[in-house]
């Protein structure tokens, strides 16, 4: 019952959303629409939920790399599929199913749709490539030489697979035997194959069937990779040694900094970006499902380290050094999208902040910043309103200063939100990942301590 009216109420909003749209694109939502923080929340889920539902690339089922309102897609790739925004949008369909926003079988028959689909695509030694194409299940190549597996974007898929296995896996028939496909995809990934086939102790990004490990990119920290770490040391058939956790990805203890802005201690050193800390999507990828509130290690607290990355991230939006229009402590958010040049990894500093803010950034980091998150989407949403807001959800970001407020949208943008506000909620996707003994087993293995559930509360207010 509870599930009904809160599909009814949302009909009601989307309706007078989209009565006022027709009055005029540009204009903001006005006080009449005025709605709770709650429902606020659940509104922005379910129009970006719609993203991997009526959005999604209808022959596999899987997460469009990109949609563009205006269908212009220069690249020809509008049913191209992304392996990583895929299982960003597994998970959030499981928060449609548990928001009632869809029913548990219309999720279910979805979700063995792209695990049949994924079955039968490309792989290499296991592993998926970045992009597929959506009819046919093959590689479209991310560029000449990436054109086979790429073992981040495998991670980030398998995150969502394994939320998928544990929330049906004590089902019913169907229900156990969709979680036994995942869980053989999940062993015939070759994680150590990615060390060389073990003769290094670092992971490679790349393999090709033509160039083999021609690209050469070492996955070092910090970046957005550590869960790539943590499930190949989590494999229960081709796991990695502990060694290449600690000699590859931490360099040797090389990782931890005792750098800090605005009072914020960065505590890892982040790639490229050791002044102010990277784009927020590093401390909403690898993290929608491993929870960072639980998890420590010699080098870092985690739930500090992703914390003091999106405070310090807030911070520098809202003293706007470079006094780009629009910035404030109620409008910030400077991750990975769209730019006026393309697609660019934003972040705080004067060589990396562009004057794009990604709604993304603010929304994705509700369970670090949840007061600081809450004025962002009410300015995005009372303030611009329909200049950002449309059938999906937010835009994938806009400038002020240029005007500049294209219409369009990317799944690894889109999938977080859904994902971390969820985790803010409910901790749903965090309970179901962190609930895969494999995943404590992994985490153990690389040293990791991991606190229990007592004291962790994430914030007195928390919203259900």
């Known amino acids: 019952m509870k599930k009904q009216f809160t599909l009814i109420f949302l009909l009601i909003l989307i309706y007078g959303s989209s009565c006022s749209n027709l009055k005029t694109a540009s204009r903001a939502l006005q006080p009449e629409l005025a709605i709770s923080d709650d429902s606020l929340l659940t509104l922005t889920q379910f129009r970006t939920f719609q993203y991997f539902w009526d959005g999604a690339e209808p022959v596999s089922g899987m997460a469009r790399e990109r949609y563009h309102v205006d269908g212009n897609y220069p690249e020809n790739d509008m049913n191209a599929v992304t392996t990583g925004g895929t299982g960003f949008g597994l998970m959030a369909i499981l928060v449609g199913m548990e928001r009632g926003f869809i029913k548990r079988t219309e999720g279910f028959n979805r979700l063995k749709h792209i695990t049949d689909f994924l079955a039968k695509a490309d792989r290499f030694h296991g592993a998926y490539s970045h992009w597929l194409w959506g009819e046919t299940g093959k590689v479209k190549p991310f560029s000449q030489k990436d054109n086979g597996a790429d073992i981040v974007e495998t991670a980030y898929l398998f995150q969502g697979l394994l ?11 169907a229900e156990k035997e969709l979680a036994e496909k995942i869980d053989k995809l999940w062993n015939e990934v070759e994680w150590n194959w990615f060390s060389k086939n073990g003769t290094e102790k670092v992971i490679y990004w790349h393999w090709s069937p033509d160039y083999g490990w021609e690209i050469n990119h070492k996955i070092q920290g910090y970046n957005e990779c550590i869960i790539t770490y943590v499930l190949a040391a989590s494999s229960p058939t081709y796991p990695v040694d502990p060694v ?40 909403h990828y690898s993290y929608l499902g491993l929870n960072p509130r639980k998890i420590i290690d010699r080098y870092a607290d985690y739930w500090e ?4 990355q999106t405070l310090i991230n807030w911070q520098w939006c809202t003293e706007n050094p470079i006094n780009y229009a629009g910035y404030s402590d109620s409008c910030w958010g400077l991750t990975a999208g769209y730019s006026p040049q393309g697609y660019s990894a934003h972040a705080p500093g004067p060589n990396r902040d562009e004057g794009v803010i990604t709604p993304s950034g603010a929304l994705s980091s509700f369970p670090y910043t949840p007061e600081q998150s809450m004025k962002a989407l009410k300015y995005f949403y009372f303030n611009l309103g329909s200049k950002i807001f449309g059938k999906y959800g937010f835009y994938d970001g806009f400038h002020k200063g240029k005007n500049w407020y294209p219409q369009r949208y990317l799944a690894i943008d889109q999938g977080p939100i859904v994902v971390m506000i969820e985790n803010y909620r409910s901790s749903l996707l965090w309970d179901l990942f962190m609930g895969a003994p494999e995943i404590r087993t992994g985490l153990e293995r690389l040293g990791f301590s991991i606190r229990d559930n007592s004291n962790l509360n994430l914030c007195d207010d928390k919203q259900k």
């Open 163 to 173: 939320a998928v296995r544990e929330y049906f896996k004590n089902g019913n028939p």
């Open 244 to 283: 290449v956790y600690h000699s590859g990805w931490t360099r040797n203890g090389n990782i931890t900094t005792e750098s800090e802005k605005y009072g914020y201690k960065l505590i890892l050193k982040h790639d490229g970006a050791e002044e102010y800390g990277g784009p927020l999507f590093w401390a």
């Open 305 to 308: 380290l992703n914390k003091n």
